[in-house]
């Protein structure tokens, strides 16, 4: 089983690096906001089973699943709007699921937050 603790404080430094992102509690343990929607949240895939679930741009969802079934799902409830899970059970590709996590934040946040990414802000 990959280290937990290791695995988090990846998934942190990745999703806290964006303008006003805040961790909390709530549907994912823990789930990162911007203004209070989520744009990631780390969940128990399976009996301990780490993943990450993030928006997805149309159609990626399915070209990702497609791809490597054993990397990407389609997590419950969220997966119909077309959101994907990421799972940490096979050695993750941190660069690609940190470009992910920042499309689902882009799709999350307002315009003036994503105007401070281009001008090099975090």
């Known amino acids: 089983m990959p280290d937990q603790d290791a695995l988090l404080k990846r998934l942190r ?25 989520i744009f990631a949240m780390r969940h128990d895939r399976h009996a301990g089973r780490w993943s990450v679930w993030c928006k997805a741009p149309a159609g990626a969802q399915h070209a990702l699943v497609q791809s490597d079934a054993s990397r990407y799902f389609v997590p419950p409830y969220v997966g119909v709007h077309g959101w ?25 946040a307002p315009r003036k937050l994503i105007a401070r990414m281009q001008n090099g802000e975090r």
Request: some cysteine; hydrophobic content about 35%; charged content about 25%.
């Open 13 to 37: 430094g990745i999703c806290l690096a964006f303008p006003e992102a805040t961790e909390g509690g709530g549907v994912g343990n823990p789930s990162f906001r911007v203004r209070d929607k």
């Open 84 to 108: 994907i899970g990421i799972s940490f059970e096979v050695d993750p590709d941190w660069d690609f699921t940190a470009d992910l996590i920042e499309q689902s934040y882009r799709m999350t």
